[in-house]
């Protein structure tokens, strides 16, 4: 089975109760900003916000994504290739119908994640791709466009509560934020999981804005000439979370 013929028969196969293909590491992650693992899911069902629809699927070797849309429903779906076949390892899903998350006056400057992390990297290939993605938040906390653009692929999406946007979309904001000189540190960096598949690499986190509900993130980052780019982000805020200030 390829893994358009593995997207075609998953929302069948869990309306059935049949959850073969969802990976042991699985990552669901529903509007609400709940966390479930395949064990979670097989107990509790989860409806999903999104099944069908047209998809935008980009191929990152042994790491393939599917991206659709609905109005102001999202839904980013994350296989990866095993011996056994195609596995589902992340659903995500993103509603923008919702009120809008709470939030105060943005941050000039923040040392995390722009130059230290809470997560050690475990080998080269891992290092390589947050230092890239630091270069990257430096590059907004800057507002460097050009810089930033280096460092995200030309397919990149990111899609929040309150946004979806492209590559071009994204430039364009930043350099905005540095006509206006808006403050515009990155949301700190709470915890990480990095998963290296080739030359892609897939990351799950947790972002705690300055003031504000945490955030569950799911990232594809892809290698291309020596250089990791991030390719999506999908952020969703946890609605049971508690609203947290940062001093």
């Not at 479930?36 to 191929?59: C, F, M, N, W, Y």
């Not at 990257?136 to 653009?149: I, P, T």
């Not at 509560?161 to 990155?186: F, L």
């Not at 250089?227 to 947290?244: H, I, N, R």
């Amino acid at each position: 089975m390829d893994v358009l013929a593995a997207d075609d028969a998953l929302i069948p196969a869990l309306a059935r109760g049949d959850t073969h293909l969802l990976d042991g590491d699985l990552s669901w992650i529903d509007a609400h900003g709940r966390l479930l693992g395949k064990a979670d899911v097989i107990a509790q069902r989860p409806k999903p916000l999104l099944g069908s629809g047209e998809r935008e699927v980009h191929t990152y070797g042994p790491l393939v994504t599917f991206r659709i849309e609905r109005g102001p429903q999202h839904l980013l779906r994350i296989w990866v290739e095993l011996t056994e076949g195609w596995r589902l390892i992340v659903w995500h899903e993103v509603a923008q119908d919702g009120p809008p998350a709470p939030h105060g006056p943005g941050r000039r400057e923040y040392d995390n994640p722009c130059f230290m992390l809470p997560h050690a990297p475990r080998n080269a290939d891992e290092r390589d791709c947050l230092n890239s993605w630091q270069e990257l938040e430096r590059a907004v906390m800057g507002h460097d466009s050009d810089e930033w653009a280096r460092h995200v692929a030309d397919e990149f999406v990111v899609v929040g509560a309150a946004r979806r946007h492209t590559k071009r979309d994204r430039y364009e904001v930043i350099a905005e934020q540095r006509r206006n000189d808006t403050p515009s540190a990155p949301a700190p960096l709470v915890s990480a999981r990095l998963d290296a598949f080739g030359d892609a690499m897939l990351m799950r986190c947790e972002h705690q804005p300055f003031h504000g509900k945490a955030n569950r993130v799911s990232r594809v980052f892809v290698r291309r000439n020596g250089l990791w780019q991030m390719a999506v982000s999908f952020q969703t805020s946890q609605a049971d979370a508690p609203v947290v200030t940062i001093a």
